[in-house]
């Protein structure tokens, strides 16, 4: 499957299927997306916590705040997204340009995992309502939880839905001189 077609097929999967665990090769191609992923200074400055089982069901509560996300319970794997410390370079480099390259290199590695889901058959949905502190302790971290990503099988019966974006004029403009 090209990239263009993982775009079209993937979409933020909020009703699962709780029947089928995910393969482990597919949830280690999915891990191994990350690990691929770019980032400022090579720093990977983030820290992955998969979450199954119980501990899944505590992560999933654990963005339920609210009425949202009520969907994550069903999610058999919770993949828990922390902040990690710059690398010297980058840390440099985000004080002097006032620029966040963590948060960037974050989503960088969201939007891998989350393409490599969906090449592997796999649903999933970003999550940033979340409970930080209940994140922390349920997986001993020491930094910030800036995203949780849930996985898992669609149930059957998830339709693709129609994706509504802006048309490309109004999100690409260009320079020439």
């Keep these: 499957m090209d990239f263009t077609a993982i775009a079209r097929q993937r979409q933020s999967c909020r009703s699962y299927d709780t029947a089928r665990p995910i393969e ?3 949830l280690n191609a999915v891990l191994e997306a990350a690990r691929l992923a770019p980032s400022a200074c090579n720093g990977q400055p983030w820290h992955i916590t998969v979450c199954k089982g119980a501990a899944a069901q505590k992560a999933a509560a654990a963005c339920m705040g609210m009425g949202m996300n009520k969907f ?3 999610a058999p794997v919770l993949l828990v997204i922390s902040e990690k410390p710059y ?3 980058a840390a440099v480099g985000a004080k002097l340009k006032n620029n966040d390259y963590r948060s960037i290199d974050i989503g960088i590695a969201a939007a891998y995992i989350t393409a490599e889901a969906a090449a592997q058959g796999l649903g999933s949905c970003i ?3 979340l409970d930080d502190a209940k994140l922390r302790a349920l997986c001993h971290l020491d930094m910030p939880v800036r995203l949780v990503i849930t996985l898992g099988y669609a149930k059957p019966d ?3 839905r129609k994706k509504v974006r802006k048309p490309l004029d109004e999100l690409v ?5």
């Design 24 to 26: 482990p090769e597919k």
């Design 72 to 74: 994550a319970p069903d």
């Design 87 to 89: 690398v010297r370079t």
């Design 127 to 129: 999550l940033g309502w």
């Design 158 to 160: 998830d339709p693709l």
């Design 173 to 177: 403009s260009e320079v020439s001189e």
